[in-house]
């Protein structure tokens, strides 16, 4: 299915009004934005001025400052908008789809009422489908999706009770709101929130952002007296996040004092569990515990509420968790979810209470491959929360770990042509001599009816919804300064908070080549700086990076895991060029991760490389190879669905082992190794050739 959608358009015919990032939520006005469709249809909105969290370090651009141009990531926005958009728009019609607009036609009366067909949480899934069309209309101005917006919105306003309560599968199923915590009432509320500030943010358009109002001023009714007993109740808690999206658009105060409460209430009173990370107050937690996508999604509602009060206990929390999964909870891959179902193994609870965790973190080093659950929003919460981090801190440590997460364990959850999502993303694959576990498939899914293995469509729409939104993480920008993200061609042309315009044009072939050009094409007369991620994976290559500044070499250290800063007086014209080195590197991981003992991993840039079966000979089977650490390994283009990839190439060894049914141990015979040629494709690309055996890990000889 395509949609045709021109993607680099005209894109302002009348130039926009200086809009001053020092006016806070609170001061807001509203401002006329004209934007010029690719249709040529000319639409008026209004739109608040973009908001500045006072405890963050820089300002996220606005909407439409950044173009995606050519390269990795204009590629995946424009098959996104063009194709993934479109498809989960129509599978999200379904009446039997985990996610359906149905039910919301139910509750609305537009629909004849009977029980829902999605799950609990359908709700929350379709207003991440809004929210993915709205990031687009700001860019592209299109009918189509205007259209699609307006008729969901008015589905969604019509489902609202009039108390401004809205969660279909409570109103459809009859059962008591606020009875159990897995109804999921403050997901698909917080995702209201958030779909309906980003709405309006992109379109001007006030339906969708006054439902929203009328939610969250029912839900400030409902918390703030903090009633014990719905202390639990945030069950994938992006009701915090989205609490805080709609402060920000709306400048009402009582918004974010929600969100404070959320986050307060949580652990504040006796019967918690660590599957919902709300045992123990997030204020004194350690350790990262319980179901990921609920904890990442806690996690970043915390990070916004650090944003805008400077809470420091809440952020020291927010970095001790940090540290406990980046050194010993993830994949290499950017995921976290390492176990199906478990126990939770605290540290600083003894004795363990016997708590039962599912799609959760496991111990430290406990990361095993095959059996990884590693759920895609699960992924995308880990990016999310890097990125929030990243935004207090300025520290280039996290925006790394959100690459790490968006190249690897968010891209695999999508197939190359588009229409096709993992639900679990784990490092290895076997075939039918073992069991798959619950919501693992040996291949992509389109969508989740009655006939789909799967019954949960949360992923998809996250997936678009972040790709969507990417071109807002390319950039920062604070005083005098634009900080640098993400590598890839693109245009900026922004307003720094002191009213200053800066432009800039990005070329850059990143992930496959790391030369990144940057060419100012407009900048104040006094000086800015800019600042440059110099990601952490360099610290494993063995070619320093470098930087040229209109063609001489810049003396100026270049630290992975830092931004390195040249502020000057920028001229149209001057040419930064940045050289990253692209070297295949083994990565061995800490000798306490039992499964991947006494093998490598191969990553490229921050790209991570797996074995796929289809690129083996027919006669040799997967778990017999070995990589030889001697040969060296070279990097080509890839062809068929890898074009535009870069496809690795090495030696390997062929240890057969036979037959293994029946067996659980027997003497190794290395004695009969053959050697034998490699090709490794991008994790992310894998399981796009039909039913497959992968594997990350490969052992070495
Ligand atoms: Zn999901």
Redesign the pocket.
């Known amino acids: 299915m395509y949609y045709n959608i021109i993607i680099s358009p005209a894109r302002r015919s009348i130039s926009l009004p200086a809009r001053s990032r020092m006016m806070n939520a609170r001061a807001c006005c509203l401002v006329v934005v004209f934007v010029m469709g690719t249709l040529g249809r000319l639409a008026v909105a209004e739109s608040p001025a973009p908001h500045v969290p006072p405890h963050a370090i820089m300002t996220t651009v606005d909407a439409d400052d950044v173009e995606w141009t050519e390269g990795f990531w204009a590629d995946y926005y424009r098959r996104n908008l063009q194709v993934t958009v479109p498809h989960v728009w129509k599978v999200c019609q379904l009446p039997d789809n985990a996610a359906t607009f149905h039910d919301l036609r139910m509750a609305a009366g537009l629909a004849p009422k009977g029980p829902p067909g999605g799950v609990r949480w359908s709700d929350g899934d379709c207003h991440k489908v809004v929210e993915t069309m709205a990031y687009y209309y700001a860019t592209t101005g299109d009918a189509q999706l205007e259209r699609w917006m307006d008729e969901a919105v008015d589905v969604i306003a019509k489902a609202q009770q009039p108390d401004g309560y809205l969660s279909t599968w409570v109103q459809l199923s009859g059962e008591p709101r606020w009875s159990e915590i897995h109804n999921h009432e403050l997901y698909n509320m917080g995702h209201f929130m958030t779909a309906a500030a980003v709405h309006y943010r992109m379109t001007g358009k006030r339906t969708y952002l006054d439902a929203a109002r009328r939610c969250a001023d029912y839900l400030y009714e409902t918390f703030s007296p903090r009633p014990k007993e719905l202390a639990h109740f945030g069950f994938n808690p992006s009701n915090i996040m989205g609490a805080v999206d709609l402060y920000r658009v709306t400048g009402e105060p009582k918004y974010l004092k929600l969100a404070e409460i959320f986050v307060s209430m949580r652990g504040s009173a006796p019967g918690g569990e660590n599957q919902n990370q709300d045992l123990v107050p997030l204020r004194q937690e350690q350790e990262a515990v319980g179901h990921c996508?609920t904890a990442t999604y806690l996690y970043c509602g915390a990070a916004d509420v650090v944003a805008e009060t400077g809470d420091t206990k809440l952020f020291d929390a927010l970095r001790r968790i940090w540290v406990d999964v980046v050194t010993s909870k993830m994949y290499i891959t950017g995921g976290t979810a390492a176990v199906h179902h478990g126990i939770a193994y605290r540290r600083t609870l003894r004795p363990w209470p016997k708590d039962p965790v599912h799609e959760a973190f496991g111990m430290e080093y406990q990361l095993p491959n095959r059996t990884a659950y590693n759920?895609?929003?699960?992924n995308i919460g880990v990016a999310m929360w890097g990125r929030r981090m990243f935004t207090l801190t300025g520290d280039a440590e996290y925006f790394d770990t959100a690459e790490r997460a968006l190249y690897n364990s968010v891209l695999s959850a999508v197939s190359l042509e588009g229409t096709h999502f993992f639900?679990t993303n784990p490092l290895r694959r076997c075939g039918d001599e073992v069991r798959l576990l619950s919501n693992d498939t040996y291949e992509r899914w389109a969508d989740t009816t009655d006939a789909s293995p799967l019954n949960?469509f949360?992923?998809p729409p996250?997936l678009t919804r972040t790709i969507a939104k990417l071109y807002q993480w390319a950039y920062d920008i604070g005083d005098d300064t634009v900080w640098v993200n993400l590598y890839g061609g693109n245009v900026l042309d922004t307003t720094l908070p002191d009213g200053d315009a800066v432009r800039l044009t990005q070329k850059s072939n990143y992930p496959w080549d790391g030369h990144v050009s940057l060419t100012i094409d407009k900048a104040p007369s006094h000086p800015i700086a800019l600042r440059l991620r110099i990601p952490g994976w360099l610290a494993d290559v063995s070619t320093a990076p470098a930087l040229r500044l209109n063609g001489e070499p810049v003396d100026t250290a270049l630290k992975p895991g830092s931004y390195v800063e040249l502020k000057r007086i920028w001229s149209p014209g001057d040419r930064l060029e940045l050289d990253l080195p692209m070297e295949p590197v083994l990565v061995a991981a800490n000798p306490l991760v039992d499964e991947a003992r006494g093998q490598v991993a191969v990553m490229r840039g921050p790209v991570v490389y797996c074995l796929e079966s289809p690129d083996l000979p027919e006669d040799v089977f997967i778990d017999d190879v070995w990589l030889d650490a001697a040969s060296p390994i070279t990097a080509r283009p890839g062809d068929g669905p890898f074009a535009k990839m870069i496809v690795l190439h090495t030696k390997g060894w062929e240890i057969e082992s036979g037959d293994w049914t029946g067996t659980l141990y027997r003497r190794w015979n290395p004695a009969n190794a053959r050697p034998i040629d490699l090709t490794l494709i991008p994790y992310f690309a894998w399981a796009n050739r039909g039913k497959s055996r992968m594997t990350v890990w490969l052992p070495v000889r």
């Open positions: 996508v759920e895609t929003c699960a639900y949960c949360c992923c996250n």
